[in-house]
Every structure is written in C-alpha cells, then in structure tokens.
C-alpha cells in the first residue's frame, strides 16, 4: 500500500512539474536579423529581448515566464512566410514583427489562421490593419497620418516650390509615397515628377538626372535608408542641392553613414523621440548601461511586449483571441513610447508622427533632432 502511495505521489510530482515547465509564454520576435535592413533588426531584437528580461524579473505575465524565440525574415515576404510558419509548429502565440510592410502583411495571414496575435513596432502600410483580421496590431503609426504630416509640412514650408516624389517599389515605400501625394495634391500642389527605383541598386544616376531636370526644390523619398543615403550621396556628387525628405524608414543612423556629409539638412517623419520621455528613462538606463542605444524601433518593439502583457492581464488569460479583444476593448496602454489605445482596426486612435531634421551634432556625428 505504502509503495502504490508513493508512486502514485511521484507521479502525481512528475506531473505537477511537467506542467510548470509547460507553463510559459511562447512569444516570437519576426524581423530581418541578416540582409539589407538588419540594423533595424537588431534594434526590434534588442527591444525584445530587455522587455522580456524585465517582465520576467517581475514574475512573469500572469505567473508565466516569456521564452523567447528569434525567426530572419531577410526582408523577404516568402521568408517572412516561412517563419511564421515555423513560429506556429513551436507553439508561439504571440509575435512582435515584422518590420518591413511587405513582410508583415502576408505573414499576418498565418497567424490570424492558426491563432496567433501579431503586433508590428514598424510595418506603416494601411492594408497590414485594413484587411478585418482579428490579431493584427501595431505600435508605430500608419502612413496615412504620416502622409499627411509630411504633406502637411511642405505644403507650409515649400509653398511654390517643385517637389518630385520617388518611391522603392516596396509595400511600404508606395503606401508612403503614395499618401503623401495624395496630400498634397488635395492641398493643391502637383508634383514635378512620381517615379520609381530598384532597391539593392548602386547607381541611382539615371533618377538622379531625371530630379535634376525636373528642377526639383524637394525630394520626398518613400524607402529605406539605403537607397535614400546613396540617391542623396549621388544627387550631391552631380551638383544637385534638392533637399530631401523621408519617413521613419530613414530615421536610423546608417542614413547617415551612408549619405556622408550630404544628410545634413535632411527631413523626415518620425514619432516622438521616445528615449526622451520620462516613462523610458528606466528602461533607456537599462540600454545605455549594455552599451546599446535604444534608438528608432527599440522601445517601440519593447512596447509591443509590455502591450501584450498590459492586455493579458486585462483579460485574465493568455489565449490570443481573449488578449486581441481586450486590446480592442479600448483600454489604455502605458508604455516606455507613452499611452495610447487601439481603435478596431489594430491601429493606435492617436497620431504619432513629427518632422525630424537631420544636423550635425557638437562632437560631428550627424543626429536628428525634432523641429
């Protein structure tokens, strides 16, 4: 009897342990980690990664510890594809990804499919919120409101002026170009020229030759910062002084690494330097003594996961479904980038887009600093 009673306890121990170590919250981190965009990979890892160190510390979301799992998109949608894919068979069930728009809004079909509650810190483009699908979220802006911030801009400061518009062919490189068009259209300013270029190109000259005859007083770019740096760079190099301007896909200091001397003056759309609010001195304190700086996407990736945990424990459970309708409940999110809550879509109901101006800084590195 006594020998049935302890293998019944042992069992009964064995059990309880396997379901503590059951007991966790699978979340995964989606971003290019390799390939063109990979700075702005580190940064969404980075923030990741010190959001769940800290919510561990404190206990956890409801009791349960994060683990953590890291999926390469490359930038690339079918790759994109592929770690969702990946993420869904390991069981995660919440993803904070991923940063390119072209990436995000296929890989979001996965998750809503089987389940899985995604929240971007960086893909702007309006479908990745306009398609109905329950789990989709974000904690950056769109570009609709960016369009119209930097429309907004030129219209007040280049009024009279010729502004050409070029956009990356990429989702999100067209959405923003596209809306800020449509800006400033509305406000009565036509553009000079509305073109296209290759991302991964090298030689931007052929482009560069169309702006200069186009007699362009503006550039408004809608990419990354690579094609914007070597078009800037280029633009320089044959005598054209056009002023350039882009949105948050610029804001990261490989932009100016790469257009040199030349990004000086240069514009840009971007949300409120968050490292500069009091709810992220902690947190920055954190960063900074790691030697990281928490800079562009960082903290919005951070807030991704505090907003998941904030909406957990609002609904009193982890199950995706439960979390994405506390979310939409219109509870309000406190967070290292400041308060906000949702609206149906997924989108934040506040406008978080200022105008940045590249400068160069007291020590010469080339910042950007809010107008």
């Known amino acids: 009897m006594m020998k049935k009673s302890l293998i019944a306890g042992l069992a009964c121990a064995i059990g309880l342990g396997l379901s503590v170590a059951q007991a966790q919250v699978k979340l995964g981190m989606a971003g290019p980690i390799t390939g063109p965009s990979a700075s702005t990979g580190a940064q969404m890892k980075n923030g990741v990664q010190q959001a769940v160190d800290d919510i561990n510390a404190a206990g956890g979301i409801l009791g349960q510890k994060i683990v953590l799992s890291v999926g390469d998109d490359v930038s690339d949608p079918k790759q994109g594809v592929s770690v969702a894919n990946k993420f869904v068979g390991d069981g995660v069930k919440f993803v904070v990804g991923n940063f390119n728009s072209s990436v995000s809004i296929p890989s979001s079909d996965v998750y809503a499919e089987y389940g899985v509650l995604q929240i971007t810190p960086a893909s702007t483009n309006p479908r990745f919120t306009t398609r109905k699908l329950w789990n989709v979220f974000r904690t950056c802006g769109q570009d609709e409101q960016q369009g119209l911030v930097a429309g907004d801009y030129i219209l007040k400061n280049f009024a009279g002026k010729k502004v050409a518009i070029i956009h990356d062919k990429s989702t999100y490189g067209v959405g923003l170009a596209s809306e800020t ?10 553009e000079v020229l509305y073109d296209g270029v290759n991302v991964g190109e090298k030689d931007y000259s052929a482009i560069v030759s169309r702006i200069k005859q186009s007699g362009a007083d503006l550039l408004f770019f809608g990419g990354l910062y690579t094609e914007a740096g070597l078009i800037l ?9 056009t002023v350039i301007m882009g949105g948050d896909g610029i804001a990261a200091n490989e932009f100016g690494a790469i257009g040199g001397p030349a990004v ?25 003594a790691k030697k990281i700086n928490p800079e562009s996407y960082t903290l919005y990736s951070y807030a991704a996961v505090q907003v998941i945990k904030q909406a957990a424990e609002k609904a ?34 506040d406008s978080d887009y200022v105008v940045y101006v590249w400068k160069k800084a007291a020590d010469g590195k080339l910042i950007y600093e809010q107008l």
């Open 316 to 349: 009193g459970s982890l199950d995706p479904k439960k979390v994405a309708e506390a979310m939409h409940s219109g509870m309000v999110f406190n967070t290292v980038i400041g308060s906000f809550a949702y609206d149906e879509k997924g989108d934040r109901k």
């Open 181 to 190: 068009r449509k800006a400033l259209n509305k406000g009565g300013l036509r």
């Open 233 to 241: 760079r280029q633009m320089r190099d044959q005598g054209v002084q």
């Open 264 to 288: 000086e003056g240069s514009l840009m759309t971007f949300g409120p330097d968050p490292m500069r609010k009091p709810e992220a001195a902690a947190v920055v304190k954190a960063f900074e």
